[in-house]
């Protein structure tokens, strides 16, 4: 069975936008300056190569761009980012706060579908790939130095915001 008979097209979009808004809330979850630029292409990077990370997985294979066809993937990342902002300003997502609560009721959401819709090997797979979307993010800039010199790899604020997305997920992920 494929992704779009398994699931309704809003639970496609649920499943695809979820990693995405990980990786921005974890960006965003201090302010990093250039690093953050960093962050936002390490999410991107790690986003799309769930594929690669997880080539029998049916629901992330079926939820990414098919790279292979570069017009295609181009027309379903528009598609996808048109409905994905679309979606954000219906719900009144305007700043970093109502970002992570919807994104912490997202993940919790996700959850209870893959639970009901899911082999558990899915789940697992779609979860690890989810979290390590997180953990590059959090890993690809220092916070709190200047210019790259000093400050720490992992910063307090995304530590917190790591851990409350593996909870609403319902992993045991840790960031390390």
């Not at 936008?17 to 250039?34: C, D, Q, R, V």
């Not at 010199?149 to 307090?156: A, K, L, N, T």
Request: some cysteine; glycine content about 10%; hydrophobic content about 40%.
């Amino acid at each position: 069975m494929s992704v779009e008979t398994r699931f309704s097209e809003e639970e496609q979009l649920l499943l695809t936008n979820t990693p995405s808004l990980i990786g921005s809330a974890m960006a965003f979850a201090e302010g990093s300056g250039l690093g953050t630029i960093k962050e936002l292409f390490a999410n991107a990077k790690t986003f799309i190569g769930g594929a690669k990370s997880f080539p029998d997985n049916e629901i992330i294979v079926g939820i990414l761009p098919n790279l292979e066809d570069r017009k295609e993937a181009m027309a379903k990342a528009k598609d996808f980012r048109e409905k994905s902002m679309a979606r954000l300003k219906e719900k009144g997502i305007d700043s970093h706060e109502k970002l992570q609560q919807q994104l912490l009721a997202d993940c919790k959401a996700v959850s209870t579908l893959l639970s009901e819709k899911a082999t558990e090997a899915e789940a697992s797979e779609y979860k690890e790939w989810a979290m390590s979307v997180a953990e590059n993010v959090a890993k690809a800039a220092k916070e709190g130095g200047f210019l790259g010199i000093g400050g720490v790899r992992i910063s307090d604020g995304e530590k917190v915001v790591f851990n409350d997305i593996a909870q609403a997920l319902g992993t045991s992920s840790q960031l390390g």
